[in-house]
């Protein structure tokens, strides 16, 4: 009977350490421990021992007992839940439950990512007024009295007295109207990124009468047309990737003088020449380097410092680079839910 | 403004074996921008886009010399060919007086001449339609003939039509009636240039389209060929006011140079003997009170190293300069630089001879650096814009969607009073006139909007505009948000701030009755206000905040407490308190009690029944019952005496 028991005992620990889950666990449980399993047929034999014998034998078989359940509850332990686990009916294919997760807009997306590629070559963000005297948007900026943008159909004013000095107050239409604040800060070399909501007065399917830009302005000693295309190649090469290139060429701004056009390759024919762009080219936006009296507005003497400044719409890199060919861009501005929650 | 021209025509005035392609390819990296392409048969029409500074180059003659410029810093050889011009033969047959007004037009030439009308040949009538200009008959033909020729538009009256043997140009009068040659009627704003004949008749609306009334007609048989320069200014104006864009007014507004008048009257004699038995028959007038003055500008050697970044050889610069028109004169370490009277207007200083030289030296061969210098403005790096960020970024992971609405908003939208809005002078709709001082009726309207979605949460983080005395008005960052849902909850928004602002170090808040009245709350950080939560409906609940106050606050400094090594002891104390008394000076009241208390919240709250949830601990040592029971026999007498609360047995 001893003998039994202390089989049965290494025979029930043997399986328990063998054992990998809680079903197998379980098995064993009604196997040595269960109503009719080998525990309780073991000791219907008890009455059949000497008498004298059978306390021991009872302590023994108490004994086993414990022993076998202890180590079945520290298996348990180890193979996680059992008892439950015949319980646990998963479908994998069903929903799972997901915390809840809003959308960003696709502007502040942009933003992000360009504020972040500039960052990284040492630029500085700011942000200038939305509001603006006619000289930081125009003036300053070398813009002759007549000049066409001053137009009341391409600018909106503000119904306000002009300033004796600084003239009318407009909505800004470029966020250029931040160079001359900036050089107005006194802090040299300048490498600031301004960007800002800007308006012109101007609504059909690619253009939003609100719009957004983003504007670098460089100054410093010997800032040349070498350092303005270094910058434009490494935003275009971060922002679009590496497949895609930049090329300035000749274009005419009153802020700028040389001007430049800038163009990235085209990322639907890479630059064979197809429908949505021109030979292989899309227009991104302006830049130059900074006409000398803008410098001289700014109090930067300009036979010792040179700049360069470029101004691009975040809308429209927005657009060239995702390929999401948004038929009326004022749609990002609609609010359809259905709309932003695309991005 | 764009230009279309046929690759044959331009070859009329330029010879090179260059392909199209190439053409098209150099000059637009170094001039102007060819956007297309297009086969037409065995030739090809270019589309260039001309910048306003360059009304020069809306002309094959233009176009010819920079592409044998550009052609020839390229390598590729290229020769360039300019219109042969002679004096034509003059007759006093008949005689004309012009009676200019040099305040209103810098230069006039006039000629009389007999002609026959008929079709023009082939060949013109195709280069003319190539370039988007309708053929009518060969006088008008010619006009636009010259026009694309030699760069100035031109003009042609029937002369007996015109009736008069004096043309006399002067400023319009504010509300004068004319006749354009389309037959639409007009009234002048005033200040226009007009011709008008002896009997006072306005004949013509100088640089801008000529009249109905003296018009070729199939009939003429004498024409006056007409060429003005006019005040460029004037000319926008009227155009913009008249709304006429014609071709010839959207080059004459550019300031084009009158030099090119007098080349397009010689062009333009020949053509008419030539396609329509041209014969003149009077003198040829020249008034031109207005000479174009070109000075020289002077640009040394490390100037344009030190904007181009790489060194340009001066005698290459010159040979660049030289094909461009301009007349050079080099010295040891500088270029003296003459533009040619085309480029009058264009150029002024250094920079624009500089532009010249690096744009055919070519911009893809000047190398790519970045700039090797650092902003010196360094900003922290817990900017405005990082906590703007670390806002967004909760607002999304919470649910929200963001929105951007636009700042100009309707008078239905605009909350406050009128007369001290930021207005707009020239709005573009009655949607758009004053710049908001409040976000919140905008997030409305997208809530309206979207009407159908049962459950919506929104913000937006933008500026708003409040007008000051002879200031630009003041702009502050706004944050705000609606929450549009059944069994919308106040207490879900007020969690969402103290949580968004206990992330941004923000502890202080207050929250007291709305100010202005109505359902929600006035919140404040100490004693400054931040802004309302706002209780619309039972599905609307609103927020709107100063994202200045929120920024003057916020803090990423981390303060270390060191973890006390007790345990801490908690108790649930279940209130019976008058369901006005405020549960926020309840909590307070409690904590107030014992330096062990460290934290007290709201477990539960059921009718008169709220359940305050009270932790112990200390930092000497092990906190048992003897300890806590006489600070919370101190709670409960304090409770029952200030509100009249009692333990719910």
Redesign the interface.
């Given at each position: 009977m001893q003998e039994d028991l202390l089989k049965l005992k290494n025979n029930a620990l043997s399986l328990i350490i063998e054992a990998g889950s809680g079903r197998e666990l379980e098995e064993i449980r009604l196997e040595f421990l269960g109503k009719n399993g080998e525990l309780t047929q073991l000791l219907k034999n008890l009455p059949n021992i000497a008498i004298e014998d059978r306390p021991e034998a009872g302590r023994l078989a108490n004994e086993v007992k414990q022993i076998i359940e202890d180590t079945l509850k520290q298996k348990e332990g180890e193979v996680g839940k059992s008892k439950s686990e015949k319980a646990i009916n998963i479908d994998v294919t069903e929903p799972g439950m997901r915390p809840s997760l809003g959308h960003l807009h696709l502007v502040t997306q942009a933003v992000r990512e360009i504020t972040e590629i500039f960052e990284r070559i040492g630029f500085s963000r700011v942000r200038y007024p939305e509001v603006e005297w006619d000289w930081y948007a125009f003036t300053s900026l070398n813009f002759p009295d007549n000049h066409p943008a001053r137009d009341d159909w391409e600018t909106f004013f503000i119904d306000q007295k002009p300033d004796p000095k600084k003239g009318p107050v407009v909505l800004t239409p470029h966020t250029s109207s931040g160079q001359v604040r900036e050089m107005e800060k006194k802090i040299l070399p300048i490498k600031m990124l301004n960007i800002a909501k800007c308006y012109r007065r101007q609504s059909d399917v690619s253009h939003s009468p609100m719009f957004h830009q983003f504007e670098g302005l460089v100054v410093g000693e010997n800032i040349s047309i070498m350092h303005l295309k270094g910058t434009l190649d490494y935003f275009v090469k971060s922002y679009f990737g590496k497949d895609r290139v930049a090329r300035i060429r000749p274009y005419h701004f009153q802020f700028t003088e040389p001007s430049f056009e800038v163009d990235i390759s085209c990322g639907v024919c890479l630059g064979k020449g197809c429908k949505l762009c021109k030979e292989g080219w899309l227009e991104m936006g302006g830049a130059g380097m900074v006409h000398p009296n803008v410098l001289k507005h700014g109090g930067i003497d300009s036979n010792k410092y040179t700049g360069f400044a470029f101004g691009w719409g975040v809308e429209r890199v927005l657009m060239m680079k995702e390929g999401i060919e948004i038929d009326d861009l004022r749609l990002l501005y609609s609010n359809d839910l259905d709309f932003l929650k695309q991005f | 403004m764009n230009i279309k021209i046929l690759d044959s025509w331009l070859r009329e005035f330029v010879t090179t074996k260059a392909t199209p392609k190439q053409i098209?390819?150099k000059l637009?990296?170094?001039?102007?921008?060819?956007?297309?392409?297009e086969q037409r048969g065995t030739d090809f029409v270019y589309d260039i886009e001309v910048?306003?500074?360059?009304p020069d180059l809306m002309s094959l003659v233009g176009l010819a010399r920079e592409t044998t410029a550009v052609l020839t810093e390229n390598g590729i050889h290229a020769t360039f060919i300019p219109p042969k011009l002679s004096q034509p033969k003059t007759a006093n047959t008949v005689e004309i007086t012009i009676k200019n007004d040099p305040k209103l037009v810098n230069r006039v030439l006039a000629v009389v001449m007999e002609v026959s009308v008929k079709d023009s040949p082939k060949e013109i009538k195709e280069r003319l339609e190539s370039t988007d200009i309708r053929s009518l008959n060969n006088l008008i033909d010619v006009t636009n003939y010259v026009m694309r020729v030699i760069g100035h538009p031109t003009h042609v009256f029937d002369y007996d039509r015109l009736d008069t043997k004096t043309l006399t140009i002067r400023e319009s009068k504010k509300g004068e009636e004319i006749t354009t040659l389309d037959k639409k009627t007009y009234k002048l704003p005033g200040g226009d240039i007009v011709a008008v004949n002896d009997k006072g008749h306005i004949v013509d609306l100088l640089a801008v389209m000529g009249l109905e009334n003296s018009v070729v007609t199939n009939d003429t048989k004498h024409i006056l060929f007409f060429i003005d320069n006019c005040d460029p200014?004037r000319i926008?104006k009227t155009s913009?006011n008249l709304a006429i864009r014609s071709e010839a007014a959207v080059i004459n507004e550019k300031a084009i140079d009158p030099q090119l008048a007098h080349d397009g009257l010689l062009y333009g004699i020949e053509l008419f003997e030539k396609i329509a038995d041209g014969k003149v028959i009077s003198h040829i007038t020249d008034i031109y009170p207005n000479k174009v003055k070109t000075k020289p500008i002077t640009v040394s050697e490390e100037k344009i190293k030190?904007?181009?970044?790489?060194p340009i050889p001066l005698h290459k610069a010159k040979d660049m300069l030289e094909d461009l028109g301009f007349t050079v004169e080099k010295q040891t370490d500088k270029l003296t630089v003459t533009p040619p009277s085309f480029r009058a207007s264009d150029m002024e200083?250094p920079?624009?001879i500089?532009?010249e030289i690096?744009?055919i030296y070519g911009?893809?061969n000047?190398?790519?650096?970045?700039?090797p210098?650092?902003?010196?403005?360094?900003?922290h790096t817990h900017?405005?814009?990082f906590w703007e960020?670390r806002v967004?970024?909760a607002?999304?992971?919470?649910?929200?969607?963001?929105?951007?609405?636009?700042?100009?908003v309707s008078e239905n939208l605009y909350e406050g009073p009128l007369a001290d809005a930021?207005?707009?002078?020239?709005?573009?709709?009655e949607d758009?006139v004053y710049?908001r001082r409040t976000l919140v009726p905008s997030l409305l309207q997208?809530i309206h909007?979207?009407k159908n979605?049962d459950k919506?949460?929104?913000f937006e983080i933008a500026?708003i505009?409040e007008k000051r005395h002879?200031n630009?008005?003041d702009?502050r960052l706004i944050f705000a948000g609606v929450i549009k849902k059944p069994k919308n909850s106040f207490y879900e928004i007020k969690g969402l701030i103290e949580q968004l602002l206990n992330d941004l170090g923000i502890n202080n808040l207050e929250f007291k009755q709305l100010e202005r009245g109505g359902d929600g709350a006035s919140i404040f950080i100490g004693k400054e206000y931040l802004g309302d939560i706002e209780i619309l409906d039972r599905e609307t609940i609103n927020f709107e905040l100063e994202f200045s106050v929120i920024l003057q606050h916020v803090t990423a400094k981390k303060i270390y407490k060191p973890m006390s090594k007790y345990p801490s002891l908690i108790e649930d104390l279940a209130m019976l308190a008058p369901a006005s008394t405020s549960t926020g000076e309840l909590m307070d009241e409690i904590k107030k009690q014992s330096d062990l208390i460290r934290e007290v919240s709201l477990l539960d709250k059921y009718e008169e029944t709220r359940t305050f949830h009270v932790v112990y601990q200390s930092y000497q040592k092990n906190l048992t019952s003897e300890d806590v029971t006489p600070i919370r026999e101190k709670i409960l007498n304090v409770l029952k005496e200030k509100f009249n609360a009692r333990l719910k047995e």
């Amino acid at each position: 009977m001893q003998e039994d028991l202390l089989k049965l005992k290494n025979n029930a620990l043997s399986l328990i350490i063998e054992a990998g889950s809680g079903r197998e666990l379980e098995e064993i449980r009604l196997e040595f421990l269960g109503k009719n399993g080998e525990l309780t047929q073991l000791l219907k034999n008890l009455p059949n021992i000497a008498i004298e014998d059978r306390p021991e034998a009872g302590r023994l078989a108490n004994e086993v007992k414990q022993i076998i359940e202890d180590t079945l509850k520290q298996k348990e332990g180890e193979v996680g839940k059992s008892k439950s686990e015949k319980a646990i009916n998963i479908d994998v294919t069903e929903p799972g439950m997901r915390p809840s997760l809003g959308h960003l807009h696709l502007v502040t997306q942009a933003v992000r990512e360009i504020t972040e590629i500039f960052e990284r070559i040492g630029f500085s963000r700011v942000r200038y007024p939305e509001v603006e005297w006619d000289w930081y948007a125009f003036t300053s900026l070398n813009f002759p009295d007549n000049h066409p943008a001053r137009d009341d159909w391409e600018t909106f004013f503000i119904d306000q007295k002009p300033d004796p000095k600084k003239g009318p107050v407009v909505l800004t239409p470029h966020t250029s109207s931040g160079q001359v604040r900036e050089m107005e800060k006194k802090i040299l070399p300048i490498k600031m990124l301004n960007i800002a909501k800007c308006y012109r007065r101007q609504s059909d399917v690619s253009h939003s009468p609100m719009f957004h830009q983003f504007e670098g302005l460089v100054v410093g000693e010997n800032i040349s047309i070498m350092h303005l295309k270094g910058t434009l190649d490494y935003f275009v090469k971060s922002y679009f990737g590496k497949d895609r290139v930049a090329r300035i060429r000749p274009y005419h701004f009153q802020f700028t003088e040389p001007s430049f056009e800038v163009d990235i390759s085209c990322g639907v024919c890479l630059g064979k020449g197809c429908k949505l762009c021109k030979e292989g080219w899309l227009e991104m936006g302006g830049a130059g380097m900074v006409h000398p009296n803008v410098l001289k507005h700014g109090g930067i003497d300009s036979n010792k410092y040179t700049g360069f400044a470029f101004g691009w719409g975040v809308e429209r890199v927005l657009m060239m680079k995702e390929g999401i060919e948004i038929d009326d861009l004022r749609l990002l501005y609609s609010n359809d839910l259905d709309f932003l929650k695309q991005f | 403004m764009n230009i279309k021209i046929l690759d044959s025509w331009l070859r009329e005035f330029v010879t090179t074996k260059a392909t199209p392609k190439q053409i098209a390819e150099k000059l637009s990296l170094a001039s102007v921008s060819v956007e297309r392409i297009e086969q037409r048969g065995t030739d090809f029409v270019y589309d260039i886009e001309v910048t306003t500074n360059r009304p020069d180059l809306m002309s094959l003659v233009g176009l010819a010399r920079e592409t044998t410029a550009v052609l020839t810093e390229n390598g590729i050889h290229a020769t360039f060919i300019p219109p042969k011009l002679s004096q034509p033969k003059t007759a006093n047959t008949v005689e004309i007086t012009i009676k200019n007004d040099p305040k209103l037009v810098n230069r006039v030439l006039a000629v009389v001449m007999e002609v026959s009308v008929k079709d023009s040949p082939k060949e013109i009538k195709e280069r003319l339609e190539s370039t988007d200009i309708r053929s009518l008959n060969n006088l008008i033909d010619v006009t636009n003939y010259v026009m694309r020729v030699i760069g100035h538009p031109t003009h042609v009256f029937d002369y007996d039509r015109l009736d008069t043997k004096t043309l006399t140009i002067r400023e319009s009068k504010k509300g004068e009636e004319i006749t354009t040659l389309d037959k639409k009627t007009y009234k002048l704003p005033g200040g226009d240039i007009v011709a008008v004949n002896d009997k006072g008749h306005i004949v013509d609306l100088l640089a801008v389209m000529g009249l109905e009334n003296s018009v070729v007609t199939n009939d003429t048989k004498h024409i006056l060929f007409f060429i003005d320069n006019c005040d460029p200014n004037r000319i926008r104006k009227t155009s913009m006011n008249l709304a006429i864009r014609s071709e010839a007014a959207v080059i004459n507004e550019k300031a084009i140079d009158p030099q090119l008048a007098h080349d397009g009257l010689l062009y333009g004699i020949e053509l008419f003997e030539k396609i329509a038995d041209g014969k003149v028959i009077s003198h040829i007038t020249d008034i031109y009170p207005n000479k174009v003055k070109t000075k020289p500008i002077t640009v040394s050697e490390e100037k344009i190293k030190s904007v181009i970044g790489v060194p340009i050889p001066l005698h290459k610069a010159k040979d660049m300069l030289e094909d461009l028109g301009f007349t050079v004169e080099k010295q040891t370490d500088k270029l003296t630089v003459t533009p040619p009277s085309f480029r009058a207007s264009d150029m002024e200083i250094p920079e624009d001879i500089i532009e010249e030289i690096a744009r055919i030296y070519g911009y893809h061969n000047i190398p790519n650096v970045i700039p090797p210098i650092t902003s010196g403005v360094i900003n922290h790096t817990h900017n405005e814009f990082f906590w703007e960020d670390r806002v967004k970024d909760a607002m999304k992971y919470w649910g929200y969607n963001e929105v951007y609405t636009y700042p100009m908003v309707s008078e239905n939208l605009y909350e406050g009073p009128l007369a001290d809005a930021v207005a707009i002078q020239n709005p573009l709709s009655e949607d758009m006139v004053y710049m908001r001082r409040t976000l919140v009726p905008s997030l409305l309207q997208v809530i309206h909007k979207n009407k159908n979605a049962d459950k919506i949460k929104i913000f937006e983080i933008a500026n708003i505009y409040e007008k000051r005395h002879n200031n630009l008005p003041d702009e502050r960052l706004i944050f705000a948000g609606v929450i549009k849902k059944p069994k919308n909850s106040f207490y879900e928004i007020k969690g969402l701030i103290e949580q968004l602002l206990n992330d941004l170090g923000i502890n202080n808040l207050e929250f007291k009755q709305l100010e202005r009245g109505g359902d929600g709350a006035s919140i404040f950080i100490g004693k400054e206000y931040l802004g309302d939560i706002e209780i619309l409906d039972r599905e609307t609940i609103n927020f709107e905040l100063e994202f200045s106050v929120i920024l003057q606050h916020v803090t990423a400094k981390k303060i270390y407490k060191p973890m006390s090594k007790y345990p801490s002891l908690i108790e649930d104390l279940a209130m019976l308190a008058p369901a006005s008394t405020s549960t926020g000076e309840l909590m307070d009241e409690i904590k107030k009690q014992s330096d062990l208390i460290r934290e007290v919240s709201l477990l539960d709250k059921y009718e008169e029944t709220r359940t305050f949830h009270v932790v112990y601990q200390s930092y000497q040592k092990n906190l048992t019952s003897e300890d806590v029971t006489p600070i919370r026999e101190k709670i409960l007498n304090v409770l029952k005496e200030k509100f009249n609360a009692r333990l719910k047995e």
